[in-house]
Protein backbone atom coordinates (compact mmCIF):
# COMPACT_ATOMS: atom_id res chain seq x y z
CA UNK A 1 0.00 0.00 0.00
CA UNK A 2 1.08 2.96 -0.76
CA UNK A 3 2.15 5.90 1.50
CA UNK A 4 2.36 9.62 0.96
CA UNK A 5 3.71 12.50 4.36
CA UNK A 6 3.72 16.08 3.25
CA UNK A 7 6.47 18.35 4.90
CA UNK A 8 7.78 21.64 4.86
CA UNK A 9 4.33 23.92 5.30
CA UNK A 10 4.55 27.05 7.90
CA UNK A 11 3.80 30.79 8.38
CA UNK A 12 5.41 32.79 5.73
CA UNK A 13 5.46 36.52 4.88
CA UNK A 14 3.27 37.19 1.79
CA UNK A 15 5.65 37.25 -1.15
CA UNK A 16 7.86 34.51 0.53
CA UNK A 17 8.63 30.91 -0.66
CA UNK A 18 8.05 27.83 0.52
CA UNK A 19 9.47 24.41 -1.06
CA UNK A 20 6.47 21.42 0.03
CA UNK A 21 7.69 17.64 0.09
CA UNK A 22 5.58 14.37 -0.53
CA UNK A 23 7.61 11.05 0.79
CA UNK A 24 6.15 8.03 -0.51
CA UNK A 25 6.55 4.14 0.92
CA UNK A 26 5.54 1.04 0.31
CA UNK A 27 5.87 1.29 -2.88
CA UNK A 28 7.94 3.09 -5.68
CA UNK A 29 6.19 6.10 -6.39
CA UNK A 30 7.31 6.21 -10.31
CA UNK A 31 4.60 3.51 -10.69
CA UNK A 32 2.36 6.74 -9.81
CA UNK A 33 1.18 10.51 -10.79
CA UNK A 34 1.33 12.59 -8.41
CA UNK A 35 -1.16 15.83 -7.67
CA UNK A 36 -1.14 18.43 -5.39
CA UNK A 37 -4.93 19.55 -3.62
CA UNK A 38 -5.20 22.16 -1.24
CA UNK A 39 -8.14 23.27 0.73
CA UNK A 40 -8.65 26.62 2.79
CA UNK A 41 -11.49 26.55 5.71
CA UNK A 42 -14.97 26.58 3.96
CA UNK A 43 -13.81 26.03 0.62
CA UNK A 44 -14.19 22.71 -1.36
CA UNK A 45 -11.05 21.26 -2.09
CA UNK A 46 -8.78 22.54 -5.11
CA UNK A 47 -6.30 20.86 -6.94
CA UNK A 48 -3.64 23.08 -8.30
CA UNK A 49 -0.56 21.27 -9.50
CA UNK A 50 -0.08 17.15 -11.14
CA UNK A 51 2.89 15.39 -12.68
CA UNK A 52 3.40 12.12 -14.32
CA UNK A 53 5.26 9.62 -13.00
CA UNK A 54 8.29 10.75 -15.25
CA UNK A 55 8.12 14.30 -14.57
CA UNK A 56 8.39 15.19 -18.56
CA UNK A 57 4.30 16.79 -18.00
CA UNK A 58 3.19 18.90 -15.64
CA UNK A 59 -0.15 20.89 -15.46
CA UNK A 60 -1.33 23.61 -13.15
CA UNK A 61 -4.21 25.52 -12.10
CA UNK A 62 -4.65 28.90 -13.22
CA UNK A 63 -4.56 30.39 -9.84
CA UNK A 64 -0.87 28.82 -9.41
CA UNK A 65 0.18 28.88 -12.71
CA UNK A 66 3.66 31.13 -13.37
CA UNK A 67 4.39 30.75 -9.24
CA UNK A 68 4.49 26.99 -8.17
CA UNK A 69 6.18 24.02 -9.83
CA UNK A 70 6.34 20.66 -9.07
CA UNK A 71 8.50 18.81 -9.70
CA UNK A 72 9.64 14.90 -8.14
CA UNK A 73 12.85 12.60 -7.58
CA UNK A 74 12.26 9.09 -8.04
CA UNK A 75 15.42 7.87 -6.74
CA UNK A 76 14.31 9.84 -3.46
CA UNK A 77 10.47 8.94 -4.28
CA UNK A 78 9.49 12.59 -3.13
CA UNK A 79 7.51 14.46 -5.23
CA UNK A 80 8.21 18.72 -4.50
CA UNK A 81 6.21 21.89 -5.04
CA UNK A 82 7.99 24.82 -5.15
CA UNK A 83 5.58 28.21 -4.35
CA UNK A 84 6.89 31.45 -4.91
CA UNK A 85 5.56 35.08 -4.38
CA UNK A 86 2.98 33.35 -1.59
CA UNK A 87 -0.40 35.21 -1.20
CA UNK A 88 -2.81 35.55 1.79
CA UNK A 89 -4.99 33.70 -0.04
CA UNK A 90 -2.79 30.59 -0.87
CA UNK A 91 -3.42 29.82 3.16
CA UNK A 92 -4.57 26.33 2.97
CA UNK A 93 -3.77 22.90 4.26
CA UNK A 94 -1.69 21.21 1.35
CA UNK A 95 -2.21 17.71 0.23
CA UNK A 96 -0.22 15.31 -2.13
CA UNK A 97 -2.16 12.54 -3.63
CA UNK A 98 -1.51 9.43 -6.32
CA UNK A 99 -2.88 7.57 -9.17
CA UNK A 100 -1.33 4.96 -10.70
CA UNK A 101 0.37 6.29 -13.66
CA UNK A 102 -2.02 3.65 -16.12
CA UNK A 103 -4.94 6.11 -15.40
CA UNK A 104 -3.43 9.30 -15.41
CA UNK A 105 -4.89 11.98 -18.11
CA UNK A 106 -3.30 14.93 -16.77
CA UNK A 107 -6.31 16.24 -14.74
CA UNK A 108 -6.85 17.29 -11.21
CA UNK A 109 -10.02 15.84 -10.51
CA UNK A 110 -9.99 14.84 -6.87
CA UNK A 111 -11.65 11.62 -7.42
CA UNK A 112 -9.04 10.46 -9.57
CA UNK A 113 -6.54 9.98 -6.78
CA UNK A 114 -6.64 6.91 -4.52
CA UNK A 115 -3.39 7.75 -2.26
CA UNK A 116 -3.53 10.52 -0.02
CA UNK A 117 -1.33 11.97 2.48
CA UNK A 118 -2.14 13.80 5.60
CA UNK A 119 -1.60 17.28 4.77
CA UNK A 120 0.63 20.01 5.63
CA UNK A 121 -0.93 23.68 6.99
CA UNK A 122 0.79 26.61 4.94
CA UNK A 123 -0.30 30.27 5.86
CA UNK A 124 0.60 33.10 4.51
CA UNK A 125 0.37 36.75 6.64
CA UNK A 126 2.15 39.48 7.70
Known amino acids: QLQLVEAGGGLVQPGGSLRLSCAASGFPLNYYAVAWFRQAPGKEREGISC????????NYAYSVRGRFTISRDNAKNTVYLHMNTLKPEDTAVYYC???????????????????WGQGTQVTVSS
Open 97 to 115: AAQPAYSYTGGLETTKYKY
Open 51 to 58: IDRSGGAT
